[in-house]
T-cell receptor, first 109, second 110 residues
Framework: DGGITQSPKYLFRKEGQNVTLSCEQN?????MYWYRQDPGQGLRLIYY???????QKGDIAEGYSVSREKKESFPLTVTSAQKNPTAFYLC????????FGDGTRLSIL | SQQGEEDPQALSIQEGENATMNCSYK?????LQWYRQNSGRGLVHLIL?????REKHSGRLRVTLDTSKKSSSLLITASRAADTASYFC??????????FGEGTQLTVNP
């Protein structure tokens, strides 16, 4: 079945550690997005990519990095510079309507 | 910043009742979309209404758009316990991105 796969479902980060969240899609979509969702709140855009080898900062890019080397993959790295990384991270593809993965919940150890 | 603002923030109703959620936005849009999110899951697209449309239906969903008031409403008729979820509006202002609101948490009690 076509869709978006995010892994892992749960992730724990130690102080000073970088962690990478995986997002893979087999929908042949050009555009991909990363959002952060805090409890009881809406989605805030971290980074997005409209095409392979190109990406743009969203509203809250500080402390995060991405790459887009393949159309199918858009991994997000949460760096140690992100001081409050605990959140639910959602990946989406297609400009609209957007198709979402089931998220990765990141917590601090 | 989030353009869409949903109200109410939370809504609790009985099964069989209708649920109405509202979304307001600040700048002109190309279209407005509604998404649903079950707890701990990703968002699922429900319906899209273009700026030149006033009303759209899909099954038990009815969406209206009033561009003069910069607002939209989502009506779910004959609600079911399975409709319990968060509902988000998202606006397309052109460009490559959507802007999501804060969401309405709907609880349908059996």
């Amino acid at each position: 079945d076509g869709g978006i796969t995010q892994s892992p479902k749960y992730l724990f980060r130690k102080e000073g550690q970088n962690v990478t969240l995986s997002c893979e899609q087999n929908l042949n979509h050009d555009a991909m997005y990363w959002y952060r969702q805090d409890p009881g709140q809406g989605l805030r855009l971290i980074y997005y990519s409209q095409i392979v080898n190109d990406f743009q900062k969203g509203d809250i890019a500080e402390g995060y990095s991405v790459s887009r080397e393949k159309k199918e993959s858009f991994p997000l790295t949460v760096t140690s510079a992100q001081k409050n990384p605990t959140a639910f991270y959602l990946c989406a593809s297609n400009r609209q309507p957007q198709h979402f993965g089931d998220g990765t919940r990141l917590s601090i150890l | 910043s989030q353009q869409g603002e949903e109200d109410p923030q939370a809504l609790s109703i009985q099964e069989g009742e209708n649920a109405t959620m509202n979304c307001s936005y600040k700048t002109s849009i190309n279209n407005l979309q509604w998404y649903r999110q079950n707890s701990g899951r990703g968002l699922v697209h429900l319906i899209l209404i273009r700026s030149n449309e006033r009303e759209k239906h899909s099954g038990r969903l009815r969406v209206t758009l009033d561009t003069s008031k910069k607002s939209s409403s989502l009506l779910i008729t004959a609600s079911r316990a399975a409709d319990t979820a968060s509902y988000f509006c998202a606006t397309d202002r052109g460009g490559s991105r959507l802007t999501f609101g804060e969401g309405t948490q709907l609880t349908v009690n059996p």
